[in-house]
């Protein structure tokens, strides 16, 4: 009996690993900005998030990470190329998309008022490299309007 209990656990150490597939996220093209919109939940609340190879951290809008406006100023693209500056603050979230659920994950909180205005739609968040590194590979499939993250 012991000797089975422990065949079970040392094979069963090794289905984790292969049960874990590619998360698979549908994706919409804003058709003015070309921006790769993403959704999810940050705490529960219903998000649109851009999915941004070039951004660094992931990042939410400072109410929906229980942060106050104050200190934070307001946020504007860059006049010296491509990128956004604003002040934010590192906190925590709690965030899903699709079937995976990160728990208490360090993010940015900040202002988005001028990324909402730009894409014309509320946007709750940015999706960074922080995030996508997690992941082997990161596959945009435009014709099947879906993000494959890989394990």
């Not at 003015?32 to 070039?54: F, N, P, S, Y």
């Not at 603050?89 to 965030?95: K, L, Q, Y």
Request: charged residues 25%; glycine residues 10%; proline residues 4%.
């Amino acid at each position: 009996m012991r000797s089975l209990l422990t065949m079970l656990l040392v094979a069963g150490s090794h289905v984790p690993a292969l049960a874990a597939g590619p998360l698979v996220l549908p994706i919409e093209i804003d058709r003015t900005t070309a921006v790769i919109l993403v959704k999810g939940e940050v705490h529960g609340r219903a998000a649109l998030l851009i999915l941004d190879t070039g951004a660094s951290a992931t990042l939410f809008r400072h109410d929906l990470v229980d942060l106050g406006a104050d200190g934070l100023g307001p946020s504007a693209f860059s006049s010296e190329g491509p990128g956004l500056r604003a002040n934010g603050r590192w906190t925590t979230a709690t965030f899903r998309l699709g079937e995976r659920t990160w728990f208490h994950r360090k993010v940015v909180g900040m202002r988005l008022d001028e990324v909402s205005r730009a894409v014309r739609r509320d946007i709750d968040g940015i999706l960074g490299q922080d995030l996508l590194r997690e992941f082997r590979s990161v596959t945009i499939d435009f014709d099947a309007k879906e993000v494959r993250l890989t394990p």
